[in-house]
């Protein structure tokens, strides 16, 4: 059986430097991205670059979101914030609200990202953010996974709370419109071969939808898509996609290598 369409979403975190270069990666990306009949493409550009990039605007409010949390139609590329402030909005200088990236044109938020968590983020201000977040509409990606692995599966522990807290604080309501990313600390940013196997992301997909069931309720909790991110490139997406039973992918590094990302794309739409 085919599978009913994957979403692949890219972080581009604090590169490049010009809209010039943002344009020209991201014009390939789209191109890419027009041909796929099932995969929904997500880039999650630096903020000042998502209405240029094309970001649909809306709303603050009005939620884009239509069909199940991995959303929209294929075709196009629909726009990311990297982070949204916890605060709905005042005197917090330097400061992005959720409302106003959406109005920017941003359909989604990446939440809790351990770039984040380690600059600060406790579980508490995560689940604030995802809180302002889907207030706003935006659909949002929660980034979840343990700095390392321990022996005594002491991990596990870990990325429940993470779960756990978002989940127990938000609108049951606004639930379908979560997806959570797993992406172990310490597979990020290394090569290839530093990601987990297919198998364990399997185990930990299990692991974290029956996680959210103990918040959700059974439905809502075992349906709610899984993501993997950490060092996938166009070698190991292959693998992980087919085997590993999650519904779509996180890209760092590779999402700003087109031919790369066009390729994890092109595979994705295929199965
Ligand atoms: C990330 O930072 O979300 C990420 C997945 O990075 P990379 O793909 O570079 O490991």
């Not at 996938?232 to 590094?253: F, T």
Request: proline share 4%; charged share 25%; hydrophobic share 40%.
């Amino acid at each position: 059986m085919s599978h009913k369409g994957f979403l692949i979403a890219g972080n581009w975190k604090m590169h490049p430097d010009t809209l010039g270069e943002a344009k020209a990666v991201f014009a390939s990306i789209a191109r890419k991205a027009k041909s796929a009949r099932k995969t929904v493409v997500v880039i999650a550009p630096p903020a000042p670059f998502i209405r240029d990039l094309g970001g649909k605007g809306g709303k603050a409010g009005k939620s884009g979101a239509k069909g199940n949390a991995n959303g929209g139609r294929p075709g196009i590329v629909r726009m990311a914030a990297q982070d949204v402030s916890e605060h709905h909005s005042g005197a917090f200088t330097g400061s992005v609200s959720a409302r106003e990236l959406r109005s920017a044109g941003a359909e989604y938020a990446i939440i809790g990202h351990s770039e984040r968590r380690a600059a600060g983020d406790t579980g508490e201000i995560v689940a604030k953010k995802a809180k302002q977040a889907l207030e706003a509409g935006l659909r949002v990606i929660l980034c979840v996974g343990e700095t390392e692995r321990d022996g005594h599966a002491r991990y596990l522990q870990t990325v429940r709370e993470q779960v756990h807290s978002v989940l127990s604080a938000i609108d049951k309501k606004l639930a379908r419109w979560m997806t959570i990313a797993y992406e172990p600390v310490w597979a990020i940013g290394k090569s290839y071969d530093s990601a987990p196997k297919p198998q364990d992301i399997h185990e930990m997909s299990i692991y974290i939808r029956k996680t959210a069931a103990e918040v959700l309720g059974k439905k809502s909790g075992l349906d709610i898509p899984v993501l993997y991110g950490g060092s996938v490139d166009a070698e190991n997406a292959k693998a992980i996609l087919k085997d590993a039973s999650i519904d779509g992918l996180l890209v760092g590094r590779e999402s700003l290598d087109p031919k790369s990302f066009g390729n994890i794309i092109e595979y994705a739409d295929s199965i």
